[in-house]
């Protein structure tokens, strides 16, 4: 099972780290979001071993994902964050990584989500 965490309410220009607890096992990790009214989005992706990742455009440059295999946790980052980032973020874990946008529909597990309100 996978669990998020870490979201919360920050101001326009501010950080936020969620934390993704996972599981062990060879699993790609990716981070979607989804806003009211809205489908869920992709953000980012990262392969098993940490050493390749993919982030849609709006969040190259603001948004990291790393991971720490020996905790089983997934993070992302979030900096210079902007109210259009307002959403519930769920982590999610796939058996192979993805490079590209893609859908929900390749990942086979997901945790609750976090939800991020960004507001002043």
């Known amino acids: 099972q996978l669990q998020a965490s870490g979201g919360g309410l920050v101001q326009p220009g501010g950080s936020l780290r969620l934390t993704c607890e996972a599981f062990?096992?060879?699993?790609?990790m990716g981070w979607f979001r989804q806003a009211p009214g809205k489908e869920r989005e992709f953000v980012g992706a990262?392969?098993?071993?940490?050493?390749?990742?993919y982030y849609e455009d709006f969040a190259k440059g603001r948004f990291t994902i790393s991971r720490d295999n020996a905790k089983n946790t997934v993070y992302l980052q979030m900096t210079s964050l902007k109210p259009d980032d307002t959403a519930v973020y769920y982590c999610?874990?796939?058996?192979?990584?993805?490079?590209?946008?893609?859908?929900?529909?390749?990942?086979?597990?997901w945790g609750q989500g976090t939800q991020v309100t960004v507001s002043s």
């Open positions: 990262i392969n098993w071993s940490g050493t390749d990742s």
């Open positions: 999610a874990a796939t058996h192979a990584f993805h490079r590209g946008t893609h859908g929900p529909d390749l990942y086979d597990y």
């Open positions: 062990g096992g060879h699993y790609a």
